[in-house]
C-alpha cells in the first residue's frame, strides 16, 4: 500500500449536477484518513498556476452535496497536452505544456489525483496516469456517453429537466395547435433524448443514432392530425443527423476546444412547417439541462464515486475510473472506459419500447 499524505482532486469539461457531491466525497472520506486535500482550479489549469490550488478542508465542503456547478470551476478548454495559446500575431496555437502540470504535481507534494470529468477530461488523466502521476478517474456527463459504467452522474438530472420541460410543452402545444421541436443535448450520443423523449410521451425522437428522413417525420405528424390530435412533439438531440446529411454545428472550432453542436432543431422545424403547413415552433433547452442540484439519484451515485475514489487510492489502484456495476461500485481501466463513446444500443429496450409505444424515430 502506498504511503498517502496529500491527494489533490479536480473538475474538468462541462459542468455536470452531482460535482459538488463528489467533491465532498472525497474531502470528508480522504481527511477522516488523516490525508491532506488540495483543490485544483478550473480543470488542469490550476496545475499551470499553483496559485490557483488551494486546500479543501471539511468545512469548505460544507453543505454542498445538493448544490449545482463546482465550488472549483471548470473549462473544456483547458487540455495542457494542447494548451491555447495567444501568439504573437494574434492567432491561437495549441501548445504542450504537461510537462509543467507533471513537474507542479510533484512540486506540490501530490500523492494521487481524483480527476472528476468525461470522455475529454479522462482522456488527459490517462495520459497523465501514463506519465506517473496517479490517477483515479469519475465519471461526469450529463450526455452519458461513458463505456465501463451503467451511467454517469448528471444524467439522471439532465433527463429529469428535459422531461419536464416536454411535459410542460404539451399543454401549450396542444392549446394552440402547433408542432413543438425541442433541442436537447447528449452530443453523439442519443441517451438524453432517448430517456426524457419516451418517459414525456413525445412523438418523434430523433437521435444521432438513427439519421432520419424528415418525411417519416411529417408523416408521423400528419397521420397525429387525421386521428385527432392536433399537436405534436419532437425531440430533437443536438447530434442528430438527417439521412446523408451531416451534423449541425456552431461557428468554426476553437484550438484545444471541441467543436459546439446546435441548430438542427430550428432547420428541422422549417421542414416541417414547409412540408405539413402546422405552425412549428423550435425551442433548444440548453445549458438549463446542466444547471441547478442533482436529482437523490445523482447525489447517491456521486457520493458513492467520490468515496469510491477514496478507497482506490488507498488500496494503491490507479489508472483506474471508478463505475457503477450495480449494485457495486467498481474500478475500471481509464483505458477501457475512454476506448470508446457508449451511444445507444439499436437493439436496446428503450429503443424497443419506444417502437412499440408507436413513437416516431425518424427511420
Ligand atoms: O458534454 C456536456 C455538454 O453539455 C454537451 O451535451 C454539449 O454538447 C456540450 O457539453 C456543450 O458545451 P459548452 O457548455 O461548452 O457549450
Request: glycine share 12%.
Amino acid at each position: 500500500m502506498p504511503e498517502i499524505k496529500r491527494i489533490a482532486v479536480n473538475t474538468g469539461g462541462g459542468d455536470a449536477p452531482g460535482l459538488n457531491a463528489v467533491i465532498r466525497a472525497v474531502v470528508l472520506s480522504a481527511t477522516r484518513l488523516g490525508w491532506e486535500v488540495l483543490g485544483i482550479k478550473r480543470g488542469y489549469d490550476g496545475l499551470l498556476d499553483p496559485s490557483q490550488v488551494r486546500p479543501l478542508t471539511e468545512e469548505d465542503v460544507r453543505g454542498i452535496t445538493a448544490m449545482g456547478g463546482t465550488i472549483l470551476g471548470t473549462t473544456n478548454k483547458g487540455n495542457p497536452f494542447e494548451y491555447p495559446m495567444k501568439q504573437p500575431d494574434g492567432s491561437v496555437k495549441a501548445v504542450d505544456r504537461s510537462a509543467e502540470v507533471v513537474s507542479n504535481f510533484k512540486k506540490l507534494g501530490l500523492d494521487a489525483l481524483v480527476a472528476i470529468g468525461g470522455d475529454g477530461s479522462l482522456r488527459i488523466a490517462k495520459r497523465f496516469n501514463d506519465l506517473g502521476v496517479p490517477v483515479v478517474g469519475v465519471p461526469k456527463t450529463i450526455d452519458n456517453d461513458l463505456q465501463s459504467t451503467v451511467v454517469t452522474f448528471g444524467f439522471d438530472t439532465a433527463v429529469g429537466i428535459a422531461t419536464d420541460a416536454l411535459d410542460k410543452l404539451h399543454s401549450t402545444a396542444e392549446s394552440h395547435r402547433r408542432v413543438m421541436v425541442v433541442e436537447v443535448m447528449g452530443r453523439y450520443a442519443g441517451w438524453i433524448a432517448l430517456n426524457a423523449g419516451v418517459s414525456s410521451t413525445s412523438d418523434v425522437i430523433l437521435i444521432p443514432e438513427i439519421p432520419f428522413d424528415i418525411e417519416k417525420v411529417c408523416e408521423k405528424i400528419r397521420d397525429r392530425e387525421a386521428r385527432g390530435r392536433e399537436f405534436s412533439i419532437v425531440v430533437v438531440a443536438e447530434g442528430a443527423v438527417p439521412k446523408g446529411g451531416s451534423m449541425s454545428t456552431v461557428g468554426a472550432k476553437e484550438v484545444g476546444r471541441e467543436v459546439r453542436l446546435g441548430g438542427i432543431c430550428a432547420a428541422v422545424a422549417a421542414e416541417i412547417e414547409k412540408r405539413t403547413g402546422k405552425e412549428t415552433r423550435s425551442l433548444v433547452l440548453g445549458h438549463l439541462q446542466r444547471g441547478g442540484g442533482p436529482t437523490t439519484f445523482d447525489r447517491l451515485i456521486a457520493l458513492r464515486f467520490g468515496a469510491a475514489a477514496v478507497r482506490a487510492i488507498q488500496e494503491g489502484q490507479f489508472g483506474g475510473m471508478v463505475a457503477l456495476n450495480p449494485p457495486t461500485v467498481t474500478l475500471v481501466p481509464l483505458a477501457e472506459a475512454v476506448a470508446k463513446m457508449k451511444q445507444v444500443p439499436l437493439d436496446c429496450d428503450t429503443i424497443k419500447t419506444a417502437r412499440s409505444l408507436g413513437v416516431c424515430l425518424g427511420d
